[in-house]
Each structure stands twice: as structure tokens, then as C-alpha cells.
């Protein structure tokens, strides 16, 4: 059994047309569900409480990447705060709606409505690490801290030497220009380990600079990798903004453990 | 020896180019006693100690000044501290070493640098008297 967790925003008449295509895809396939309309004042660990009760082992965030993180931190938290042992096997599912912020349902492999819908129905799942943000916020992708940041593990500190970098935290590859001889060993979503990455900023013509475009994330260069099971990462500032599928605001020092196997979700081509 | 186009060397070290699992990149700097279990890619500055049970390629320019520990090891870049290799050690002609050798296997190219002990047994433990290197003379260097 399936539940349907569609944002608000979704509702909206730009996507009565991607919503009518939703529909007749579950139908067709034979996958509907109950839905759950996430607005701002929806209990949404209310409704996952009622689902589990029900036997719903589903759950699929329709939406984007802010409806894929609340929907799977709510899970995970209704799921750590319970000893019933219906809440500890659920199967993790994002339908993309509008082709900005689709960081996560890209990670899975789903990246149309219509193929999700395929893949969705397919139900061929993974069950794949977690990362976990000071004790309270959960991530599938990659978390990535500001300028100025350091690496601290256990017994030894990673600073960086040149300007222009950034650190991240990654489960799946976020790099483009990943040495593909490194991809086969790297980046493995079930291995127990994330990759802590220092990587740098491309070099940008004059151009480029005048027109003033900035390199995304995936157009960095990753130059150290260190492969972490828990890390710490400092910063001058007392309070960080970090993306971690979502946008976040985050106090430093800022620790990050991986959690592994922990979401099991349905995964379409990799 | 290390392949970069994936074939095994007979007798070489079975890591290949692009399988080390941490990579210190040129422009980072590690302080501390850094221990893992994988292999190591050193192409920046190390400073306190470095301890792996897999393989450790040091490349060209950079810069460890701690005591080593690996099971196998190809250097071309410069260390200061002793270092302790349990299978095979190799020295590229950009290698600089300041400190004690303890390997099982060693081969050294023209032009590395090596300045301190060096024991190299069969069983990789070291000797009681371990023989000295001496420091290449600076008519040699500039060869």
C-alpha cells in the first residue's frame, strides 16, 4: 500500500496538468494510494502515524527536494521514537514535480514524473546510508558547509591551503568531474562510509567572471577525499547555512554520522 | 610497482591509480596522527604521523614530516620521519627521505634522496644493526 505526500505548491493550477498525469500513472499501474496535501499546517507525523497503522509501507514525497527532506526526517523520526516493529520497515519514494530543486529524485535515477511512476511501480528498492546532522537532521545526498570550514576527525584536522574551496559531505555523487577511475570505488550508497570532499573552484574566463556565473556545486573540482563514518566540521561563525538536500541553519561545530542502511528506497537507473 | 593503465606489475604492489580510497590533495594541509585502514594518496603536506594497514603512494611535492607506517609504499615526494614498510618500498627519482627505512623490499631510482638507516630483511622486521645510507654527494644531485 502506497501514500501519496504532495506539497502544497503542487495543487497550484502551473501543475494541473503534471497532476493529471500523476494520477493516471498510478492508476494505470495500479499503485494509488491514499494522499496527504502537505500545507503549512499539516501534522505530518500524525499522518505517517495513521499510515503505519494502517499498513501502509509506502511513503512517496511528491514534490521536490523540501518535500523529499520533510517527509523523510519526519519518517525517520516517527520511526527512531517508536518500538513498533511496523514503523521499522517503510520503503522511501520521490515522484518529481517541475524540473528546479530535483537534487534527490536525480540521485535515485527518477528524473521525470513518468519514470518515477515506472520505477515506482517496478519496486526495485535499495537500502542505503543515511547522514545525520547534530542529532536532528537527516540527509540522502550530500551536505555542503560554507567557505572557511575545517575538516575534524578524531585525531587529526584538514585545512585547506588555497581560497576558493568548499567542503561537502557526500553519499552520492554530486561531482561531475570525478575521476572516473575513482567513481567504480566511490560513492557507494550502502557501504557504511560518506566521502568528506575538499573541492575547488573551476577556473573561470574573463567572461564568465564579467557575466558573473557562478560554478554550481557540480562543477567543482574534488581534490582530497577522505572516506569518514562520523565527522566535525568548524567554522569561525557560531551559526552556519549548509545544504543538506535542503537548505539549513545549523550551530557549529557542526557533526555529521553516518547511519548505515538505514532508508530503504526505490531506486530507478543509476 | 603502482600501473597506471590497470595491469599488475609481477611482483608489484596491487594498488592502481584511482583506487586509493583517502586522497590528500595538493592543496591541503593534514596535522595530526592520521590512521586509516585504506589506501593513501599524498599529494599535499602531512604534519605528526601516518599509519595505514593498505597501500601509500606519496607523489612529487608533497611533503610529510612524520613517522610512516604501511604495507606498501611508492614515494617521489618528501618525507621527514622514520618510515616502516611491511612488504615493498619504492623510491621514484623525485624522493627525498630524512629518517630510518625498515622494509622487506626495496628499489630506489637514480636520483632519490635518502638520508638515514635503512634495514631491509625478509621478514620486514629490523635488523639489530641496521646499515647506513650515505647522502648522495651534491655532484651526484645535480645529476
Known amino acids: ?270 | 610497482m603502482f600501473t597506471k593503465d590497470g595491469e599488475e606489475n609481477e611482483g608489484g604492489i596491487e594498488m592502481k591509480e584511482g583506487e586509493s580510497e583517502t586522497v590528500i590533495g595538493a592543496s591541503v594541509k593534514v596535522d595530526g596522527d592520521f590512521i586509516s585502514e585504506g589506501n593513501i594518496l599524498v599529494q599535499g603536506i602531512v604534519n605528526g604521523s601516518l599509519k595505514t594497514a593498505g597501500n601509500l603512494q606519496v607523489e612529487e611535492g608533497a611533503k610529510i614530516k612524520a613517522d610512516v607506517e604501511a604495507t606498501n609504499a611508492v614515494v617521489r615526494g618528501e618525507v621527514k620521519g622514520n618510515v616502516t614498510i611491511s612488504e615493498n618500498l619504492e623510491l621514484g627519482s623525485a624522493a627525498s627521505i630524512e629518517g630510518d627505512i625498515t622494509t622487506k623490499v626495496l628499489s630506489i631510482e637514480p636520483g632519490a634522496v635518502l638520508n638515514g638507516h635503512c634495514a631491509v630483511s625478509a621478514n620486514g622486521k629490523e635488523t639489530s644493526e641496521p646499515s647506513s645510507v650515505q647522502k648522495p654527494s651534491s655532484d651526484e644531485e645535480k645529476d
Open chain 1, 1 to 270: 500500500m502506497y501514500a501519496y505526500f504532495i506539497d502544497d505548491w503542487v495543487y497550484s493550477r502551473k501543475y494541473h496538468k503534471q497532476m493529471d498525469k500523476l494520477d493516471l500513472g498510478l492508476t494505470q499501474n495500479g499503485i494509488s494510494g491514499r494522499k496527504f496535501k502537505l500545507g503549512r499546517l499539516h501534522n505530518l507525523s500524525r499522518s505517517i502515524d495513521e499510515c503505519f497503522s494502517t499498513g501502509i509501507k509506502t511513503f512517496v514525497a511528491v514534490g521536490n527536494d523540501e518535500t523529499a527532506s520533510k517527509l523523510l526526517n519526519n519518517l525517520l523520526k516517527v520511526e527512531k521514537g517508536s518500538e513498533k516493529q511496523e514503523h521499522k520497515k517503510f520503503t522511501f519514494a520521490v515522484i518529481p514535480i517541475d524540473d528546479s530543486s530535483q537534487f534527490i529524485a536525480h540521485c535515485f535515477g527518477c528524473k521525470t514524473l513518468q519514470e518515477s511512476i515506472k520505477f515506482l511501480a517496478v519496486h526495485k528498492t535499495n537500502t542505503i546510508d543515511v547522514g545525520l546532522i547534530n542529532n536532528r537532521h537527516y540527509f540522502i545526498t550530500a551536505a555542503v558547509f560554507p567557505k572557511a570550514s575545517s575538516l575534524s576527525f578524531l585525531s587529526y584536522t584538514v585545512s585547506s591551503l588555497k581560497k576558493g574551496h568548499h567542503i561537502s559531505v557526500c553519499n552520492f555523487n554530486v561531482y561531475k568531474k570525478v575521476d572516473p577511475k575513482q567513481k567504480k570505488n566511490r560513492f557507494d550508497i550502502s557501504d557504511g562510509l560518506f566521502d568528506a570532499v575538499i573541492a575547488y573552484h573551476p577556473d573561470l574566463s574573463l567572461i564568465d567572471r564579467i557575466c558573473s556565473n557562478i560554478a554550481s556545486i557540480e562543477d567543482f573540482t574534488p581534490e582530497s577525499i577522505f572516506p569518514i563514518k562520523e565527522i566535525t566540521i568548524k567554522n569561525k561563525q557560531k551559526t552556519i547555512s549548509i545544504f543538506a538536500d535542503v537548505d539549513k541553519q545549523m550551530s557549529t561545530p557542526v557533526r555529521v554520522d553516518v547511519v548505515p542502511k538505514l532508508l530503504n528506497v526505490v531506486i530507478g537507473n543509476l
